[in-house]
């Protein structure tokens, strides 16, 4: 049985969110998408790296019928581009904000390969019981760092809600991406201070990326104040891989 209701001749898009962050982060996006018919599953990221991540959301994706779009935001691009390997179903590959690391990369050296991210001062973290560390942003920061582009109020809400990375995950090297075998579209802010507007661009092309969106002002969560925006490139994405 499938996650959604099938929707013959449209393919479901999938939303997999990244660090600091958790699915509401979509929820203008899956408004728009809603709107046009589109089935869309917006998944509970776990965020303890990149192999596990991946093999949780291949497993989710095993349970959708029809035709795939995958969406990811920040760290949640290194899921996608590994989640989607040898999924026939998956068309198309969107970068919301997003790493698409090559084989071996980490989060971490994307992050600081091109200068610009100011993430690492404004981090607070919390030990576990099982050795590792989980990282937060640190409140007093978040709207600053991480959603400079949407108002106050919705920034401190976000700030309240995320969702810890194990710091590991930072340093764990991607698997083959499937960005080489499948189409891919990207979208970014020119302000982003997690990820710099530089690696953007280098990945974008490095992707060979069929349409790459750079938005003046944009924070790391561009997408929150532009979902509209970031509906219209994965509408874009569908239509242009629903032959595939």
Do not use: C
């Amino acid at each position: 049985m499938s996650i959604t209701e099938p929707s013959p001749g449209t393919p479901t898009v999938v939303l997999v969110h990244g660090a600091f962050a958790e699915s509401s982060s979509w929820n203008g996006v899956i408004a728009s998408l809603l709107r046009d018919g589109y089935p869309v599953i917006a998944i509970a990221n776990p965020l303890r790296g990149g192999g596990s991540d991946s093999a949780y959301l291949r497993a989710a994706l095993a349970e959708v019928s029809g035709d795939i779009v995958l969406v990811g935001h920040s760290y949640g691009g290194t899921v996608i581009s590994a989640g989607a390997v040898g999924n026939p179903a998956v068309k198309a590959l969107v970068y919301i904000g997003a790493f698409a690391p090559e084989e071996g990369e980490t989060p971490g050296d994307l992050a600081g390969k091109f200068p610009g991210s100011t993430l690492g001062d404004t981090l607070t973290s919390v030990p576990l019981a099982d050795g590792g560390t989980d990282l937060y942003i640190m409140q007093g920061r978040y709207h600053a760092q991480f959603a400079a582009d949407s108002p106050a109020d919705v920034a401190a809400a976000m700030a309240v809600t995320q969702r810890p990375i194990l710091q590991s995950a930072f340093a764990e090297p991607a698997g083959p991406p499937a960005w080489k075998s499948l189409p891919s579209w990207f979208l970014f802010g020119s302000d982003d201070r997690n990820i710099p507007a530089q690696a953007h661009r280098f990945m974008a092309d490095r992707a060979g990326s069929r349409k790459t969106v750079e938005l003046e002002g944009g924070s790391h969560t561009v997408g929150i104040p532009e979902a509209e925006q970031v509906a219209d490139l994965i509408r874009e994405a569908a239509a242009a891989t629903s032959d595939r």
